[in-house]
């Protein structure tokens, strides 16, 4: 069976003129921990495993409350000292930690870990074009000629 439009007979999908403008795109809006891990990420420390950083630190939390952080290993102390900045430089960070289950602390920390690498692709994003700045002669064509915006040609990959 099929059904026909009495008025016209070209079939419409959709309901407004094609001379109007669509409906605007819903702006975005992420997480605010995704900010925060893009801005410690530049900050503090840029390579981190961070739903691991969170889970240990809250588990080393603990661990304090009994025994001095002298006591801990080296590299455990250094893990610590970049916990506690991020603790500092997010407020209610902890208490968020504190209070969720093992699945909520490693959901913040793949926040923080995706903007931490978002973090990392703008810096390498903008350093094509501050090489290629660094590396030409005033007034002269590089030869070969080299792109601004691709990292193929530039040994980047």
């Not at 006591?71 to 208490?95: I, K, M, N, T």
């Amino acid at each position: 069976m099929t059904t026909q439009d009495t008025t016209s007979g070209i079939p419409s999908k959709r309901g407004s003129s094609a001379l109007q403008m669509g409906p605007r795109k819903k702006a975005s809006s992420s997480d605010p921990l995704v900010s925060h891990g893009r801005h410690f990420g530049r900050t503090v420390f840029a390579l981190c495993n961070y739903p691991s950083l969170l889970t240990n630190g809250v588990l080393r939390l603990e661990l304090l409350e009994d025994t001095p952080l002298e006591e801990f290993p080296a590299e455990e102390r250094r893990e610590h000292r970049v916990f506690e900045q991020l603790l500092d430089s997010y407020p209610g960070l902890l208490e968020r930690l504190k209070g969720g289950s093992e699945e909520e602390i490693l959901h913040v920390g793949e926040l923080i870990g995706k903007g931490a690498a978002g973090a990392r692709g703008d810096d390498t994003k903008t350093l094509k074009s501050a090489v290629l700045d660094w590396i030409s002669p005033k007034g002269e064509p590089i030869q070969p000629p080299l792109h601004r915006n691709s990292k193929i040609d530039r040994g980047f990959n």
